[in-house]
């Protein structure tokens, strides 16, 4: 019998990419696959567990689809990923909207899941987190000229702040070959630009020991006819000589680098359980814009880690102030259960730590605006994704701008420009942290 299965996605792009799974593997089973879950038989909500925004979310969510669930619009709700995985019998207790889960090492059991919630039954599946299934068929979501190749599941890191190696299990790397079938394949159907994703993109090969690496696969990669590469969470402890030359070697591999340094005081780096040193990240991000002039370096802080006054905070501003990192996303420190950070002494007041949240995210903002300003005049290459009516122009990218965190070009142009299109746009201005422009001739 065919179901009529609505896909909700929560989280990051990892997740997006198990929920592309899971859609393919239901309509490879016969069911009609759509995103509104109004008037669906069953919804299916990956959630993200990560934090305390990301549950609040997850949980917010679980209740509005429990309202349509009452209202008769609705059948059957299936909850999976980050949040099932940390808190099954939380949800079983607290949230009876919710009629299955699925933990993340279950993902493949969806079709399963969703024949036994049709059936009547009360469906749980929690599958080892060690040893899932990572290849197989997606069901692609994001717009045609942009996908994500997720090379990698799980971590094996340990860093004290992260609880992500219990919900998602240790390190494992995809092999190259299910790698570069998935790529032709994204390739052959009119992708662009490759977003390599993992929790830790950098240690990619490390556990097959093998000769396999990072390296190895952008050279594989580039020979497929993408025009952009990008990498998303290279560790600076990992990024070796032989991917720095890679990187600088390939045209087609992105000079945008997101690499989550946390902090830079060797106190608070230790105590995260992070595996270098201020120095260290000093001549990391001296090599690579040694090797590339243009690179665009992106990074995670959290402000307010157990033990971080004063002068740690000061320590890590003067940084960031001498360092001029164009991106950066900023967290204030979250004591989740079961983490080690959790039970360290010396806690940060929350609004203290809010508020250097607030002083780092203004004090990046102005590097933002240095960096903007710099583009002025210059013609950069920007990938198009559509004209945006309510600006009355068109919007795209460039190598520096990664999709929904970074920023945008707003440009016009004479004639009609395709979205997935790449063009050359002259920064003419700026506007509230974008860039303008129009189109050189």
Same mark, same amino acid.
């Given at each position: 019998?065919?179901?009529?299965?609505?896909?909700?996605?929560?989280?990051?792009?990892?997740?997006?990419?198990?929920?592309?799974?899971?859609?393919?593997?239901?309509?490879?089973?016969?069911?009609?696959?759509?995103?509104?879950?109004?008037?669906?038989?069953?919804?299916?909500?990956?959630?993200?567990?990560?934090?305390?925004?990301?549950?609040?979310?997850?949980?917010?969510?679980?209740?509005?689809?429990?309202?349509?669930?009452? $209202?008769?619009?609705? !059948?059957? @709700?299936?909850?999976?990923?980050?949040?099932?995985? =940390? +808190?099954?019998? #939380?949800?079983? /207790?607290?949230?009876?909207?919710?009629?299955?889960?699925?933990?993340?090492?279950?993902?493949?059991?969806?079709?399963?899941?969703?024949?036994?919630?049709?059936?009547?039954?009360?469906?749980?599946?929690?599958?080892?987190?060690?040893?899932?299934?990572?290849?197989?068929?997606?069901?692609?979501?994001?717009?045609?000229?942009?996908?994500?190749?997720?090379?990698?599941?799980?971590?094996?890191?340990?860093?004290?702040?992260?609880?992500?190696?219990?919900?998602?299990?240790?390190?494992?790397?995809?092999?190259?070959?299910?790698?570069?079938?998935?790529?032709?394949?994204?390739? $052959?159907?009119?992708? !662009?630009? @490759?977003?390599?994703?993992?929790?830790?993109?950098? =240690? +990619?090969?490390? #556990?097959?020991? /093998?000769?396999?690496?990072?390296?190895?696969?952008?050279?594989?990669?580039?020979?497929?006819?993408?025009?952009?590469?990008?990498?998303?969470?290279?560790?600076?402890?990992?990024?070796?000589?032989?991917?720095?030359?890679?990187?600088?070697?390939?045209?087609?591999?992105?000079?945008?680098?997101?690499?989550?340094?946390?902090?830079?005081?060797?106190?608070?780096?230790?105590?995260?359980?992070?595996?270098?040193?201020?120095?260290?990240?000093?001549?990391?991000?001296?090599?690579?814009?040694?090797?590339?002039?243009?690179?665009?370096?992106?990074?995670?802080?959290?402000?307010?880690?157990?033990?971080?006054?004063?002068?740690?905070?000061?320590?890590?501003?003067?940084?960031?102030?001498?360092?001029?990192?164009?991106?950066?996303?900023?967290?204030?420190?979250?004591?989740?259960?079961?983490?080690?950070?959790?039970?360290?002494?010396?806690?940060?007041?929350?609004?203290?730590?809010?508020?250097?949240?607030?002083?780092?995210?203004?004090?990046?903002?102005?590097?933002?605006?240095?960096?903007?300003?710099?583009?002025?005049?210059?013609?950069?290459?920007?990938?198009?994704?559509?004209?945006?009516?309510?600006?009355?122009?068109?919007?795209?990218?460039?190598?520096?701008?990664?999709?929904?965190?970074?920023?945008?070009?707003?440009?016009?142009?004479?004639?009609?420009?395709?979205?997935?299109?790449?063009?050359?746009?002259?920064?003419?201005?700026?506007?509230?942290?974008?860039?303008?422009?129009?189109?050189?001739?």
């Amino acid at each position: 019998m065919s179901y009529k299965i609505a896909f909700i996605s929560l989280g990051c792009a990892k997740n997006l990419v198990n929920t592309e799974q899971m859609m393919a593997l239901c309509r490879k089973a016969g069911h009609q696959v759509c995103g509104d879950p109004d008037g669906a038989d069953v919804a299916v909500l990956n959630t993200c567990g990560f934090i305390e925004s990301a549950k609040s979310e997850a949980i917010d969510n679980i209740i509005e689809l429990g309202q349509l669930k009452s $209202d008769g619009k609705l !059948k059957k @709700l299936l909850v999976t990923g980050c949040l099932t995985q =940390r +808190y099954p019998n #939380d949800i079983r /207790d607290e949230l009876p909207e919710v009629d299955g889960m699925l933990g993340t090492g279950s993902y493949t059991d969806v079709v399963e899941a969703v024949e036994e919630l049709m059936a009547g039954e009360k469906t749980s599946h929690f599958g080892d987190i060690h040893h899932t299934y990572e290849d197989g068929e997606r069901m692609v979501t994001t717009p045609p000229y942009t996908a994500y190749l997720k090379i990698a599941e799980g971590c094996s890191n340990g860093c004290a702040f992260c609880i992500i190696p219990k919900l998602r299990g240790r390190y494992r790397s995809r092999s190259m070959e299910a790698l570069l079938e998935e790529a032709r394949e994204l390739a $052959d159907s009119g992708v !662009k630009e @490759l977003i390599l994703i993992a929790q830790d993109i950098t =240690r +990619y090969g490390w #556990d097959k020991k /093998d000769g396999t690496s990072l390296a190895k696969l952008l050279d594989e990669l580039c020979k497929l006819p993408f025009h952009w590469i990008r990498l998303h969470y290279l560790y600076p402890e990992a990024v070796t000589d032989e991917l720095i030359e890679t990187i600088a070697r390939q045209p087609k591999v992105l000079h945008y680098l997101d690499i989550p340094i946390q902090h830079c005081n060797d106190g608070i780096l230790k105590a995260m359980r992070r595996r270098s040193t201020k120095q260290e990240i000093i001549d990391l991000f001296a090599k690579l814009r040694a090797a590339m002039p243009d690179v665009v370096l992106r990074t995670s802080l959290i402000c307010g880690l157990p033990g971080e006054g004063e002068e740690e905070f000061e320590e890590l501003c003067q940084f960031l102030r001498e360092q001029k990192i164009q991106r950066a996303g900023v967290f204030q420190f979250s004591p989740e259960e079961g983490t080690l950070a959790a039970a360290m002494d010396d806690q940060v007041d929350p609004d203290v730590a809010q508020r250097r949240v607030e002083l780092v995210v203004d004090l990046q903002s102005r590097v933002m605006d240095e960096y903007n300003e710099a583009r002025l005049g210059t013609v950069m290459e920007v990938l198009c994704e559509g004209f945006d009516s309510q600006e009355g122009c068109y919007v795209g990218r460039t190598y520096a701008d990664s999709v929904e965190i970074d920023g945008r070009v707003l440009f016009t142009a004479a004639g009609v420009i395709p979205a997935g299109e790449f063009v050359n746009v002259r920064i003419t201005g700026l506007s509230d942290g974008d860039l303008t422009g129009e189109i050189e001739a």
